[in-house]
């Protein structure tokens, strides 16, 4: 019943989004609880369905919006994404490697061939976004942590 300490993740876009809703709705399928995930009790996936009330738990316009404003249409296209063969996995990874402030800050001093991290602020729109699109790339670092060593708020980060 009990096994880990708590984890979480931050989740970013809306792929990861999906991804993780896909994965938790999969669990009990997983564990072999039930067949099919909208058979488990205390999923939410049938109220995503049109099957079951969400009795306002839920603000599942949020999610289906991201596939079809038309609700018939989002329903459908959520219920086959749900259904398509996938290999998510979030949590069950077992050990993400993160780098650290100051590894990402070295990183960003090489990509700026070993200009100040500040000069990214003073960059033209096109050249910035360039080189923070290459730190996004960058294994283990974050969305948050990228804001904090550059000093570009997070919200510029999140757009590129």
Not at 25 to 47: F, G
Not at 55 to 68: A, C, K, P, Q, R
Not at 128 to 152: D, E, F, L
Request: charged fraction near 25%; aromatic fraction near 10%; include cysteine.
């Amino acid at each position: 019943m009990f096994q880990n300490r708590f984890q979480s993740e931050t989740v970013e876009t809306e792929a990861y989004l999906l991804g993780v809703l896909r994965y938790i709705h999969n669990n009990p399928v997983k564990a072999k609880l039930v067949e099919i995930p909208e058979e488990y009790k205390w999923s939410s996936c049938p109220a995503y369905y049109g099957e079951k009330e969400s009795f306002g738990l839920l603000t599942m316009s949020f999610v289906l919006d991201i596939f079809n404003s038309n609700r018939e249409i989002a329903i459908k296209q959520f219920t086959d994404f749900m259904q398509k063969t996938n290999t998510d996995q979030f949590l069950d990874v077992s050990v993400k490697h993160r780098k650290s402030d100051e590894d990402l800050a070295q990183e960003v001093k090489e990509l700026l061939n070993g200009q100040p991290i500040g000069i990214l602020q003073s960059l033209d729109i096109e050249q910035r976004n360039k080189i923070i699109k290459q730190i996004k790339g960058i294994p283990g670092v974050t969305q948050r942590q990228i804001a904090r060593v550059t000093g570009i708020h997070q919200s510029i980060i999140f757009k590129v």
